[in-house]
């Protein structure tokens, strides 16, 4: 009996991933929007109704996507974090946006599912939300970090940060713990510059105008370490 379920189970794994693996290619020919599970099957040569036990719905399969992709660009982010001398807080942010780029120039039409627009008809249950973070904590631990070690500087360009903000920095400090008001701002704004401008790169804003995208990625996430306050 165990080693019949055994089996079966990675029969099924098998089977799960071969459909995971057709539907990312869908997603570069159909988009999101135009993913079918009735089209998955014909490329497959399975019937129609044999998927449903796998995905009982388009956006049981979209959900799985979503989940692998955000899962696949925090273990590079985790990855890119652990190769870098703790104490180094500059390398290690630059490590994780690079690494951001680096996945989302070979993975462009999933990226597109992650943080393009949104898929119509589809909400992304709560079961994204472990996944979709795990970049986001890594980030959120570099800041932190630098923080507790007396090592950010920021220039003081910005004005103080409005009293009624104080509520969003409380929840946005469950992931960048032990920093003030503004620290969580100019993170904030980091972070989102880093996929503002990856969003422009991959969907097309640059063309004909940033050649160079490479070298000027790498400057525009220096000028967010030294927005930051991290040391050059």
């Known amino acids: 009996m165990s080693s019949s379920r055994t089996a079966r189970e990675r029969v099924r794994a098998?089977?799960?991933?071969?459909i995971t693996d057709i539907a990312r290619r869908h997603l570069a020919t159909e988009g999101a929007g135009g993913l079918s599970l009735r089209a998955?099957?014909?490329?497959?040569?399975m019937v129609s109704?044999?998927?449903?036990?796998?995905?009982?719905?388009r956006?049981?399969?979209?959900?799985?996507?979503?989940?692998d992709g955000y899962n696949a660009v925090g273990e590079a982010v985790e990855?890119?974090?652990g190769a870098c001398p703790p104490e180094d807080h500059t390398g290690r942010w630059l490590a994780v946006c690079h690494a951001v780029r680096d996945w989302a120039l070979a993975h462009p039409h999933e990226y597109a599912l992650l943080y393009g627009s949104p898929v119509p008809g589809y909400q992304a249950p709560q079961d994204t939300v472990a996944a979709a973070v795990r970049d986001t904590i890594v980030y959120g631990r570099i800041i932190s970090d630098a923080y507790r070690a007396g090592a950010l500087n920021p220039p003081d360009v910005c004005p103080p940060v409005p009293a009624p903000f104080s509520e969003d920095a409380a929840r946005v400090r469950a992931i960048i713990p032990d920093v003030p008001d503004d620290v969580i701002v100019?993170?904030?704004i980091a972070w989102t510059g880093l996929f503002g401008w990856l969003s422009f790169e991959l969907f097309g804003q640059f063309n004909n105008t940033v050649l160079d995208t490479g070298t000027a990625?790498?400057?525009?996430?220096?000028c967010q370490a030294a927005f930051?306050?991290?040391p050059a």
């Open 14 to 18: 098998e089977l799960t991933r071969e």
């Open 40 to 45: 998955v099957a014909r490329e497959m040569g």
């Open 217 to 222: 990625f790498d400057h525009s996430m220096r």
């Open 186 to 188: 100019r993170s904030l």
């Open 59 to 67: 956006d049981d399969l979209l959900t799985a996507l979503i989940i």
């Open 49 to 57: 109704s044999a998927i449903y036990r796998y995905f009982p719905s």
């Open 79 to 81: 990855h890119a974090d």
């Open 228 to 230: 930051l306050g991290l």
